[in-house]
């Protein structure tokens, strides 16, 4: 079977801008997923923070996922969107989480299972 092999050009512009762009797309992505991560750990671990430190980390959390209006390229929405994520739905399931762990004094990670002695 005599079939021609596709040559690519190592030095051709087109190639050589399509991987750039690829990476810097990859790149780009896992910045934002980074960040995504770092505000979902620190709200989930920071809510029932009583130290100055963990309250500002709760807070600037919260603050991040509610703003909507904000012209920042890293806001909540702009993540969101160039994640393809709905930023509405993961902002309603994190208040979802947040009421049901206000009073849940656990630690922010709880699974929601709530580990009870047996009756004595």
């Excluded at 079977?1 to 990859?26: F, V, Y």
């Excluded at 807070?59 to 920042?72: D, G, K, M, N, Y």
Aim: charged share 25%.
């Amino acid at each position: 079977m005599n079939t021609p092999l596709l040559m690519i050009e190592p030095t051709d512009s087109g190639l050589q801008e399509s991987l750039s762009r690829k990476s810097i797309r990859e790149g780009e992505e896992r910045l934002f997923l980074a960040l995504l991560e770092s505000a979902t750990e620190d709200f989930q671990k920071y809510i029932h923070a009583q130290d100055r430190r963990g309250k500002e980390l709760f807070e600037a959390a919260e603050e991040w996922f509610l703003e909507t209006e904000s012209p920042s390229f890293v806001s909540f929405e702009n993540v969101c969107e160039y994640l393809q994520l709905n930023p509405c739905y993961i902002r309603n399931g994190l208040m979802r989480w947040k009421a049901a762990h206000r009073n849940d004094r656990t630690g922010g990670y709880s699974n929601g299972l709530n580990a009870q002695a047996p009756p004595a």
